[in-house]
């Protein structure tokens, strides 16, 4: 196979590979909290509102929208690195890394929006 086919298909394999193991991870952190709830209830153990208050903190929209958000930056910022690394032996190679970094700078700004948003919306 040449270069050409096995660049992009590793790029774009590793990017679905990477989706569906943050899907996976995420699904079973969700299924153990669920399995923990019903292992408490049925040992007849009483579930305070603050015990489901600090479980539901484990799955919390809003911090992993901060995470998320602040994530997406740091990756953007790498790309953003990376084409200015690259840019000092190959000169034109400089926007089109930019441009790729954008995308997650963005992502990771409108999660963070999102993130304060939440805040906003809790305290306000």
Known sequence: MSEDIVVPVVFFGALAGIV?????YNYKKRLTLHET?????????????????KLALITDP??????????????????????VMVGME???AVKPMIGV?????????AYLGLWAASRRGQHG
Not at 101 to 109: E, K, M, W, Y
């Open 20 to 24: 569906w193991l943050v899907s996976h």
């Open 90 to 92: 190959e000169g034109e």
């Open 62 to 83: 809003i911090r992993a929208d901060l995470r998320r958000g602040v994530l997406f930056l740091a990756v953007g910022v790498a790309f953003g690195f990376l084409g």
């Open 101 to 109: 970094a954008s995308f997650p700078v963005f992502i990771g700004l």
């Open 37 to 53: 709830v019903r292992h408490a209830v049925d040992k007849g153990q009483d579930l305070t509102g603050e015990t489901m208050e």
